[in-house]
């Protein structure tokens, strides 16, 4: 998680939070559940046909890991 105190966020960023949190759950993406809400709203975003998409805009810690991560598992 990134340092400092993560922003206050309202009500409706705190659902949004919720139900992007629960549509990774159901396609079973784990990568996403250490980040903090407010992370998680400039990383993620899910559209009304359900796709997720990340953005690269918001480059972080935990995208240099997924990186990694891939990296890895074409290697194999």
């Known amino acids: 998680m990134p340092r400092?105190?993560?922003k206050k966020l309202s009500n409706y960023e705190q659902?949004?939070?919720r139900k992007i949190r629960k549509i990774?759950?159901?396609?079973n993406i784990q990568r996403f559940e250490k980040i903090?809400?407010?992370?998680?709203?400039?990383?993620?975003?899910?559209d009304s046909s359900g796709k997720v998409f990340v953005s690269y805009d918001?480059?972080?810690?935990?995208l240099?890991?997924?990186g990694r991560i891939v990296a890895d598992f074409v290697e194999r």
Not at 36 to 46: E, G, K, S
Not at 58 to 62: A, I, V
């Open 4 to 6: 400092g105190r993560p």
């Open 24 to 27: 990774l759950a159901e396609y």
């Open 36 to 46: 903090n809400d407010a992370n998680l709203l400039d990383t993620v975003q899910v």
């Open 58 to 62: 918001f480059h972080n810690d935990n």
């Open 15 to 17: 659902v949004k939070a």
């Open 64 to 66: 240099k890991e997924i």
